[in-house]
């Protein structure tokens, strides 16, 4: 008995990383699993050949369903195509699961144009693009439906990841405003922060510096450690299964051995004013008040660079 015996789910990114593994875990759940992936490299260029069949391969030689498809997940006639195979092959669509991505890492002030909107693209929209057509379905049906989103921790400020940080934040809003219109056909519409050891950690300063010092790829060595990509499928199947129905419009840290649930942003302080601010008076209450405590910031620390240099409070 899996949890998710009889359902059919389309993962995207499905050749690599978090999205192979979810695409695997929820084959073995008991789960008819569409594998799409475009099959690019880690900065979005057409790889010689797409892995996803390699991944279906698995899925069938254990046992499992699945059907690979090959597409951009921000193309609208890709995404139509993807959501109806698992309509066509299946007979319905029940969950819908968006890892797939890339990133073009560059400072604010050195990022292209292209830059800028290919990662916004694959990112938002590759989760806007699907989820549109299987919202169709889902509203069609009215009986289930599991969205379930990947942002990032990078959402909440990464200094040489403008594009995706802003990307990511924009799917936390997406994921939401999806709860929110969906809930009443019986959707649920959830998103991870996840992290895992995959190719695009091994891209980061500590991965380069690991291999400068002669030890390997962490993505190679990650198997059964908390940088094991498998260890965000759990929580996701959670989410995706009937068990995870009452759950809608939340944030979850899906990476290593503890899961996470976030707040929504909420306010922290108030500065009230009976009518229109006077300047002067804003300018005497603002260090006492919502500035209180926060300390000047003192230029560039790289020790700060994940952690944000926005002063603290
Ligand atoms: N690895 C981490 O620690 C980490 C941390 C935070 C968030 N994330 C997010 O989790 C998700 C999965 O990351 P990963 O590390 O497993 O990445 P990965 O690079 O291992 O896999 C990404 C997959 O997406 C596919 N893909 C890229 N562009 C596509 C497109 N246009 N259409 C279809 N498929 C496409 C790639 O071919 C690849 O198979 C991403 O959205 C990533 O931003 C990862």
């Not at 403008?162 to 994921?175: Q, R």
């Not at 419009?249 to 649930?261: H, P, Q, V």
């Not at 942003?265 to 108030?270: F, G, K, N």
């Amino acid at each position: 008995m899996g949890h998710l015996d009889g359902k059919v789910a389309v993962v995207t990114g499905a050749a690599m990383g978090m999205g192979r593994a979810v695409a695997i875990t929820f084959a073995q759940q008991g789960a008819k699993v569409v594998a799409w992936d475009l099959g690019v490299t880690l900065d979005g260029r057409p790889m010689e050949d797409n892995p996803v069949h390699k991944v279906v391969e698995e899925i069938k030689e254990a046992g499992g369903e699945a059907i690979a498809f090959h597409g951009d997940v921000a193309n609208m006639t890709d995404a139509e195509n993807a959501i109806g195979t698992a309509i066509d092959t299946y007979g319905k669509l029940d969950i819908l699961v968006c890892p797939a991505g890339f990133l073009r890492e560059r400072m604010v002030f050195n990022m292209t144009e292209d830059e800028w909107d290919d990662v916004i693209r694959v990112h938002l929209k590759g989760h806007f693009a699907p989820t549109k057509f299987a919202a169709v379905h889902w509203r069609q049906r009215r009986e289930y439906g599991r969205l379930i989103g990947f942002s990032s921790t990078a959402a909440h400020g990464s200094p040489g990841q403008p594009n995706y940080g802003a990307a990511k934040m924009g799917i936390v809003s997406f994921i939401r405003s999806t709860a929110d219109a969906l809930v009443r056909y019986n959707v649920t519409s959830n998103g991870v922060f996840p992290g895992a050891a995959t190719r695009m950690t091994d891209n980061t300063l500590t991965a380069q510096q690991a291999i400068r010092d002669g030890k390997p790829l962490p993505s190679t060595v990650a198997g059964g450690t908390p940088g094991d990509p498998f260890n965000n499928a759990p929580i996701v199947t959670y989410l995706a299964s009937e068990a995870g129905g009452n759950i809608t419009g939340r944030m979850f840290g899906s990476s290593g051995w503890t899961y996470r649930l976030y707040s929504d942003e909420s306010t922290v302080r108030h500065l009230y004013s009976p009518g229109p601010w006077d300047m002067d008076k804003l300018f005497e209450q603002m260090p006492q008040t919502l500035a209180e405590g926060m300390e000047a910031v003192k230029g560039f620390n790289a020790a700060d660079v994940t952690a944000g240099n926005r002063g603290s409070l």
